[in-house]
């Protein structure tokens, strides 16, 4: 065995990451500073030889096991950790290396860097492995979308309301706009949910670029093209996303910008918009109330975060999503 | 003196139109109330407080605590070699780039943190200032603006340091690593500049502050010295004040950031509440320091006035080294005696409006400090729309606009044909900015460190 993974040691300064075993080319591997990655299928066949690794070189860190994930800025992979055998999310960030490091990436990290909560993805560390930089941050395997597809208690589903919102007023009183807030970047473990992504995050200025957020969850604001926008398309997301875990859906699931704004224009007309529509009948009035100041076309209207956090249906401890008749 | 009357008779009508928010939207946060619509901080209710729309922020969050996590204690590191030359470069480049002087305070920042750490191989140093510009570009700018590594090059190479052109994109790319790593990757920070702005937009200028009169009316007999508070003077009359103190602040921490002896020296907070005092007495304020700013900040005028008075140090000893370069009838001195004729036009600020990157809340471009290059092209509009201000004084509420040329009702002005005497020579003097960016960004220091010059020597 020794002999074997000397020889082993020695090919990878003379063919960069591929190893040989007798002779025959059995295993690619991404191989760039000491780090390994591999395929979960071949992770089990040659764990001696990165534990032999691991040994010789501490730096030996994460392997990848699958993809699990693709956004528009990156990729994640489930991966383990060798040295602890944790799991651990890696976001590798797909844009092109050819500009340094990308801003979004940039900003991620510096912003997630400011951000201890505990509603909030934790971010490991950064490395570069292949030449790409990689994210490692805790791996969570269930997204909201995901989580909502099993019947919960409703004190669990308000529990995550109620987090989500503390978390947005976190990021929000920190002067940083989430701009992707959706369900897809909600997970949830044991009841908790965990805001992530925050590659369209950035610091608060007067003017931002306004393609942003996934189309369903859009401000109206957005979907104008309006540049001058605050934290309250945050808001609408969430108001969004609430209304999803009610009903089990999406709320609105515009095909182009316009059928979007169509849709959003079609439901909500005028101040009582939710008594005339059947499907919100059986929810508690106060969880419609804060629906209809989430959902308020007028940006300067809607509730900001601080405002949704102190609203009734938290202080009211009976409350909950439906009423109980 | 001891007017109790309620908010709303106290910000009138007429206030709403000269400065923009009635502040009717009121939250008290921290046990401070705070505007929600515009964020200026209303200290106590039998004064009013001052500000313009350009300093607008809305208070969603509570500001105050914005404002202590900003407020952080602490001396940036440095200073380093060539510092000068550095910001110089950084300031040019920017400008080319069209990137926000925000953006270069930021750059200047990390260079400071930077090459206090690391020796940097001499032939090496531009290839990380410019680098570093590119990181805080990237790190505040909008997506668009970021300059690519191949744009930077051809930018920053077009100054006193061509060699950056001869540095590959992998060059670029190991310096930007190296600077991240150094970091930390902690690249948004709180400057001097993001400090001072969070300051004023609380708004600096109360009605209880107070103004010698010969600074007013060039009285010849002014030996006993009147003062005068400013709720006793109109509301436009007022924004003269206010606008002074709001276009100055970006040349006033310019100057402080290139002093090592001062900026490296003085705690941030202390710098940053100094210059917003220093910035008050070059308006005219006889007080520097006053209760709506002591009970925002916490800090007594003791606690500044040494800083104040380097401040004023600093920037007389670059207002006498330019008279020694310059001769006295610049065209921008004619064009400030113009100005202090007795009409109670406001347009003191005109002349450094390029400078100003603040934008508004409406505006559909930013405005940046290289903007102001592109507009150059433009120049007659500007010009035409100067005229408006200047011709029709009741438009004055709307003078904030004078800095955002980019609207597309600026042709409106076009049609306005009011343009006086005073006007055509203004005209003449803004020219003095040629088209090119050569030699534009020293004449453009010279031009504020008249305007400096000849406010200080008021004080003297």
Redesign the interface.
């Known amino acids: 065995m020794n002999s074997i993974i000397q020889y082993q040691l020695y090919l990878r300064i003379e063919n960069d990451g591929v190893f040989i075993l007798s002779n025959k080319q059995i295993y690619d591997y991404q191989f760039e500073y000491n780090r390994i990655i591999c395929d979960s299928q071949i992770l089990y066949q040659i764990k001696d030889i990165i534990y032999y690794y691991m040994s010789v070189l501490e730096n030996v860190r994460y392997i990848k096991i699958q993809k699990i994930g693709e956004g528009a800025y990156g990729i994640i992979y489930k991966a383990q950790d060798v040295q602890t055998q944790e799991i651990v999310a890696l976001k590798k960030f797909k844009l092109s290396d050819y500009e340094g490091v990308p801003s979004c990436a940039l900003r991620e990290i510096s912003i997630l860097k400011q951000l201890n909560h505990p509603n909030i993805i934790k971010l490991i560390s950064q490395i570069i492995i292949n030449k790409k930089l990689h994210l490692v941050m805790n791996y969570y395997d269930k997204d909201l979308t995901e989580y909502l597809k099993f019947y919960h208690e409703e004190f669990h589903l308000k529990n995550i309301i109620y987090k989500i919102l503390l978390a947005v007023e976190f990021i929000h009183s920190r002067k940083i706009i989430h701009r992707d807030l959706q369900p897809n970047n909600i997970l949830v473990k044991n009841n908790e949910p965990v805001i992530i992504d925050f590659g369209l995050s950035r610091v608060f200025s007067p003017n931002l670029t306004p393609g942003v957020t996934q189309l369903w969850y859009r401000a109206p604001e957005l979907l104008q093209n309006c540049h001058s926008y605050d934290y309250a398309i945050d808001m609408w997301s969430l108001g969004c996303i609430i209304l999803e875990i009610a009903l089990n859906k999406p709320l609105f699931m515009g095909q182009s910008e316009i059928h979007q704004l169509l849709l959003i224009k079609n439901l909500i007309d005028g101040d009582e918009w939710f008594k005339q529509n059947s499907q919100f009948a059986k929810f508690n009035n106060l969880f419609i109330d804060l629906i209809n100041k989430l959902l308020q076309i007028d940006p300067t209207k809607r509730i900001t975060s601080k405002q949704a956090i102190q609203h009734p249906f938290f202080q009211d401890q009976f409350a909950f999503i439906y009423n109980n008749e | 003196m001891s007017q109790l009357e309620p908010f709303e008779h106290h910000y009138s009508k007429q206030y709403l139109e000269v400065f923009g928010c009635s502040h009717t939207n009121r939250h008290i946060y921290s046990e401070k109330m705070i505007c929600t619509d515009c964020g200026i901080f209303l200290n106590n209710p039998n004064t009013k407080v001052y500000k313009t729309l350009k300093m607008k922020y809305?208070a969603?969050?509570?500001p105050i605590?914005?404002l202590q996590?900003m407020m952080v204690d602490g001396l940036p590191n440095g200073p380093i070699k060539q510092r000068q030359e550095f910001i110089e470069f950084i300031l040019q480049v920017s400008e080319r780039l069209n990137l926000s002087i925000n953006t270069c305070f930021l750059a200047i920042n990390y260079i400071d943190q930077y090459f206090n750490k690391v020796a940097v191989n001499e032939n090496q140093t531009y290839l990380f200032v410019s680098?570093a510009l590119?990181?805080a570009?990237?790190?505040?700018e909008?997506?668009?603006r970021?300059p690519?590594?191949s744009k930077l090059k051809r930018y920053a190479s077009m100054t006193n340091h061509p060699e950056i052109s001869q540095f590959s994109?992998q060059d670029?790319?190991s310096a930007?690593?190296s600077l991240?790593q150094q970091m930390e990757?902690?690249?948004?920070r709180n400057t001097l500049l993001d400090r001072i702005e969070a300051l004023l937009s609380f708004g600096v200028i109360d009605d209880d502050d107070s103004l010698g009169q010969q600074q007013q009316k060039e009285n010849k007999d002014s030996t006993h010295q009147q003062h005068i508070k400013l709720r006793d003077l109109q509301e436009n009359q007022i924004l003269q004040y206010v606008k002074e103190v709001e276009s100055k602040y970006v040349e006033v921490a310019l100057q402080i950031i290139r002093d090592e002896q001062l900026y490296f020296q003085t705690d941030q907070t202390i710098l940053a509440l100094s210059c917003v005092a220093y910035l008050r007495k070059k308006a005219g304020l006889l007080n520097i320091w006053s209760q709506q700013l002591q009970s925002l900040t916490g800090v007594g005028a003791q606690k500044i006035s040494s800083s104040v008075s380097q401040i004023m140090t600093l920037i007389a000893k670059s207002k006498s080294f330019k008279t020694i370069t310059k001769l006295q009838a610049t065209p921008s001195d004619l064009y400030y005696q113009q100005i202090s004729t007795p009409t109670n036009n406001t347009l003191t600020t005109v002349s450094s409006n390029h400078l100003i990157n603040r934008?508004?809340?409406?505006?559909?471009?930013?405005q940046s400090f290289g903007d102001a290059i592109i507009q150059k092209a433009k120049i007659p509009l500007l010009q035409s729309k100067s005229t408006a201000h200047l011709g029709d004084l009741s438009k004055q509420h709307l003078s904030h606009n004078n800095v955002t040329f980019t609207t597309s009702n600026n042709y409106t002005f076009l049609n306005e044909n009011t343009t006086t005497l005073a006007l055509n020579n203004y005209i003449s003097s803004h020219n003095i900015h040629p088209n090119h960016n050569g030699g534009e960004l020293d004449k453009k220091y010279e031009q504020v460190h008249k305007v400096g010059g000849s406010l200080f020597r008021q004080f003297q």
Do not use: H, P, S, Y
Request: aromatic share 18%; no cysteine; proline share 0%.
């Open positions: 809305n969603f969050f509570n605590k914005v996590g680098t590119m990181l570009a990237k790190a505040q909008l997506d668009e970021v690519f590594i994109t670029f790319k930007e690593r991240i990757w902690k690249l948004q934008q508004f809340q409406f505006e559909q471009k930013r």
